[in-house]
């Protein structure tokens, strides 16, 4: 059974920073694609983030320059630093993986989700 738990998620002030860890458990022969998701009330869930197996990312415009995703294969852990977080960031954010279980077979993955706060 392969999970993903969030953590670090909370209640920051404007321009304050936070990072997000999700990690991996369970039989796992490797994970492709990584990202980050948020989705904040009355709107529909939206990428963030996204790392690929070797390396490469990508960013939604709102947040580029501010954010950072990152990941550690040895850990199985996937990585998201903010900064300069503004109030339109609030939101529950998902981390999602495209997991290998088998020599064949692979899934996507998502975490529980951690509500990040930004107040004004």
């Known amino acids: 059974q392969v999970q993903l738990v969030e953590s670090g998620g909370g209640l920051v002030q404007a321009g304050g920073s936070l990072r997000l860890s999700c990690a991996a458990s369970?039989?796992?022969?490797?994970?492709?694609?990584m990202g980050w998701y948020r989705q904040a009330p009355g709107k529909q869930r939206e990428l963030v983030a996204a790392?690929?197996?070797?390396?490469?990312?990508s960013y939604a415009d709102s947040v580029k320059g501010r954010f950072t995703i990152s990941r550690d294969n040895a850990k199985n852990t996937v990585y998201l630093q903010m900064n300069s977080l503004k109030p339109e960031d609030t939101a529950v954010y998902y981390c999602?993986?495209?997991?290998?279980?088998?020599?064949?077979?692979?899934?996507?993955?998502w975490g529980q989700g951690t509500q990040v706060t930004v107040s004004s």
């Open positions: 999602n993986a495209g997991i290998r279980t088998g020599l064949v077979s692979s899934k996507n993955y």
């Open positions: 369970g039989i796992i022969f490797g994970i492709n694609a």
């Open positions: 790392i690929t197996g070797g390396g490469s990312t």
